[in-house]
């Protein structure tokens, strides 16, 4: 068994068929094995096609370091329009120290999409700063765990939506999730600044809606905590959202601003999520999943 066929096997796992954006991926991948004479035949092309295929694989991808292992996944290729896969990983464990990284890989099913691209790019640089952070500290005592998981949210012939999922354990645990969108028609990547008009102030009308959320909350449950005009620490007060907050729409289509821990309240508040309702917002909306 060819490599090619190898991984179109592996599309074909959950009867999925693989599609031609994932061959082509493996095409190039095999052009760029280097070539040897055939009267220098390499010995472990004579251990057969899946020794050969696996070997292949561990000479292509980097390695950063011994405890390191990168795999392909033997995920189903999911998505109408874009393919999501997780195209490498990395695991260590050093005493007390672990790290599970599934990096992913958003590509396109025809043709090149500047989103997909921008994307990779980002989430392979973000991956990248949490791996040198925890090679810096896995030699130092204590104890560093670290996870990251990517979902698909948004899967539409209009949106398509990725999630990167990082909980981070040292003295507490912290959790950081990463939206990004992409807008299926145009492949171009999307923020929350992009679904509404220049002239809209979606900024100030998003932020009163989360604080009154956020006072409606606290007036319900006593242990649920905002910081907003009752906090005495100035740099903790929620004020109002950044231009290119968090976001995603939920299954009926409506807009959900999320928080990470410790970003709106202490740790006891958890990270919470807020569905939007002003209709203003939806008046205004520019794009829908």
Avoid: C
């Amino acid at each position: 068994m060819n490599l090619d066929q190898r991984f179109k096997d592996l599309a074909q796992k959950e009867n999925k068929k693989a599609t031609p954006a994932f061959s082509r991926r493996i095409d190039d991948t095999l052009a760029s094995l280097p070539r040897k004479p055939r009267q220098h035949r390499p010995i472990w092309q004579k251990l057969g096609g899946a020794v050969a295929a696996l070997l292949a694989i561990a000479i292509l991808l980097p390695n950063l370091s011994p405890t390191i292992s990168y795999a392909m996944a033997e995920l189903p290729v999911i998505g109408s329009f874009f393919e999501a896969v997780t195209f490498r990983t990395y695991e260590a464990q050093t005493g007390k120290n672990h790290v599970s990284i599934e990096v992913p890989e958003i590509l396109p099913n025809d043709g090149q999409s500047s989103g997909a691209d921008a994307i990779n790019q980002e989430v392979t640089e973000y991956t990248n700063e949490l791996i040198n952070q925890f090679e810096a500290e896995m030699h130092a005592d204590g104890y560093f765990n670290l996870d990251v998981k990517w979902d698909v949210v948004t899967d539409t012939e209009n949106w398509f939506t990725l999630k990167v999922h990082t909980t981070l354990v040292m003295a507490s645990s912290t959790d950081e999730v990463r939206y990004y969108h992409i807008d299926v028609p145009t492949g171009e990547i999307k923020t929350l600044a992009d679904i509404f008009p220049d002239d809209f102030d979606y900024v100030t009308v998003i932020s009163e809606e989360l604080k009154t959320q956020m006072q409606e909350r606290m007036a319900e449950d006593p242990q649920e905590v905002y910081w907003l005009d009752n906090t005495k620490v100035e740099e903790w007060r929620f004020d109002q959202i950044a231009p290119d907050h968090n976001f995603y729409f939920n299954e009926e289509g409506q807009i959900v601003i999320p928080f990470n821990k410790y970003e709106v309240g202490p740790g006891s508040t958890g990270a919470p999520e807020f569905v939007l309702e002003t209709p203003a917002l939806y008046q205004n909306l520019l794009y829908h999943p």
